[in-house]
Structure formats: C-alpha cells, structure tokens
C-alpha cells in the first residue's frame, strides 16, 4: 500500500517503468478502465480514489469516449490525416489511430509517452501498421519531441495536424509550466491544425464539487501518484492560447457532442472533468468560438 507518509515521486518527472513497488498513471488508468496490464499498488491507489468518487471509472470512460468522438469528428467531418497523440499511455481498447483509421485507413497516428512500459506495449500492439508508431519521449520538451526524428518521419509537421493531450497535462506540476509548454506546442502548429485537451477540474462554485476535487487531488498527491491537479476553467482555458474553441467550448466531457441523450443524472466525479478542441487559424480569420465545419 502506498504510505502517505512518504509521497510518491512519481508522475511525468520520473516515469515509473517496471518498477512495480510505485504506482504509474497508465497503470492507475488502466486498472480504472478495468484493464489487465496493472500491478497491486496501482489497484490501491484506485481504491483509495473510489473511496471518495465511487464513479471514478466511470470518468475514466467518459474522457475515452470523448477522444473517440473528437477524433471521429477530426478525421472525419473536418479531414484531418495525421495525429499526434501526446501521453498516450497504455493501449487499450479502440485507440486514436483505430478510430482515425476507420475514417480515413492511410491517417497516420503517433503515439507519445515517457513510460519504457507504455513504449513496449505500444510498439508490440502497432509493429504491422505502417501508418502508426509509438515514440518515447517527454512532453515537457516540446522542442525535442517535435524534432525527434521518429516523429518527424511518421508525420508532416509542415502540414495541419491533430495535437492530442487527453488526460496528461493534470499529471503536469505548476513548476513545470504546463501553459508554457502548450505555448511552445501551439506556435509550432501550421495554420489549420486542431489541440485537444481533457484536464480534471475543479469548479469553485460549486461546494460539493469543489470539495471532492480537492480531496481527490490530495489522495493523487499523497497516496499513490505524486500528481494529479485539479484546476479552475480559467487555468484550463489558458493551455489553449489565443486558438479558437470550437463549439460548444470548453465543458464538461458529456456535453461535447454526445452520442445521444444524458439517461441518468451525472455523479458529481464526472462533472470533474473538461475538454475542448482548439482550432489554430490564419492569424487574421481569427473566431471566439467556431462552428463545426471543414477546412
């Protein structure tokens, strides 16, 4: 069991590997996804985090599905064809490239993580698919991993792209500039590329909310992770810069372009959580909020 007495150093910092005495965030997500590739000490630190939000997993399938409908929607309606999926984490079931593939079978995916774990299983899973690799390396580096030269031979960083951080940048340390870091990422896009982004939230006006956000928070921080921020709409919004929000913005997981209509009250752990695409156009076509559309 992880002992709070000692937190964890853990997170993006220094990414756990086979070390099966810390809890990783793949891991941990894994294992709330009901997965199979988890260890003892990454089921505890599940626990611990149901202890409070019984509906965590729950969350967890909400932020897959909202990146499947995102990247329908991109490879899809809108024509994109190249994909950079940042802090993937493990594969699991129905991947980024499975969806944009589906859409269009020659869209090419690159999956990004600073876990050796994550890397293995990776490239087991994607070694006969031409249009997709898996790449090790660290998203506080923009500058190193958009010149990795496995990124650059997979995808066309001169043409638009798809710029994926779902569920990572909340793993990120304040210290660690997390909007500094999307700054770097967003001016190297070319003009016509999409960022997309789920963060755990902490709604402050609301007390029910806000309280188990923090208490969520402190069992990530102390009980097993290391990391884990629950952040207010304002600090969310600002890992976007100046793109514009496609609608209906940034909201709540559920209420981006669902499938259908809501069939039971959401428990408050899956209102903890945002998401929104970001659109970077030419600097003088610049929109508040833009419509669905095509390029």
Request: proline share 7%; net charge negative; glycine share 8%.
């Amino acid at each position: 069991m992880p002992d709070p007495a000692f937190p964890p150093r853990t997170g993006v910092r220094v990414p756990v590997g086979v070390d099966t005495t810390r809890a990783s965030i793949a891991r941990v997500y894994d294992a709330s996804l009901g997965g199979k590739d988890n260890f003892e000490i990454d089921r505890c630190v599940l626990t611990k985090l149901l202890e409070v939000a019984p509906g965590q997993g729950a969350v967890s399938r909400m932020n897959r599905e909202w990146l499947h409908r995102v990247v329908r929607y991109l490879a899809g309606t809108v024509g994109i064809d190249q994909f950079l999926d940042i802090g993937a984490g493990l594969p699991t079931t129905t991947n980024t490239h499975e969806i944009a593939q589906q859409q269009n079978p020659e869209a090419r995916v690159t999956y990004v993580d600073n876990d050796p774990v994550c890397d293995i299983h990776g490239r087991a899973l994607l070694e006969r698919n031409e249009y997709t690799r898996f790449v090790m390396a660290d998203l506080t580096e923009p500058n190193t991993l958009l010149n990795h030269l496995e990124v650059t031979r997979n995808l066309d960083l001169t043409r638009p792209l798809a710029l994926i951080l779902c569920g990572i940048l909340h793993h990120v340390d304040d210290a660690l500039d997390p909007v500094g870091i999307m700054r770097h990422y967003i001016d190297a896009l070319p003009p016509g590329s999409y960022v997309a982004i789920t963060h755990f939230w902490d709604p402050a006006d609301d007390s029910d909310a806000h309280d188990m956000a923090i208490e969520l928070q402190r069992r990530f921080l102390d009980m097993g992770l290391g990391s884990g921020w629950y952040r207010t709409r304002e600090q969310i919004a600002a890992a976007f810069g100046d793109l514009d929000l496609v609608e209906p913005g940034l909201v709540e997981l559920d209420d981006w372009w669902p499938t259908g209509p809501r069939l039971r009250p959401r428990l408050t752990e899956e209102r903890l959580m945002l998401g929104g695409l970001g659109y970077k156009s030419a600097p003088r076509h610049r929109l508040k909020v833009l419509r669905g559309h095509r390029r």
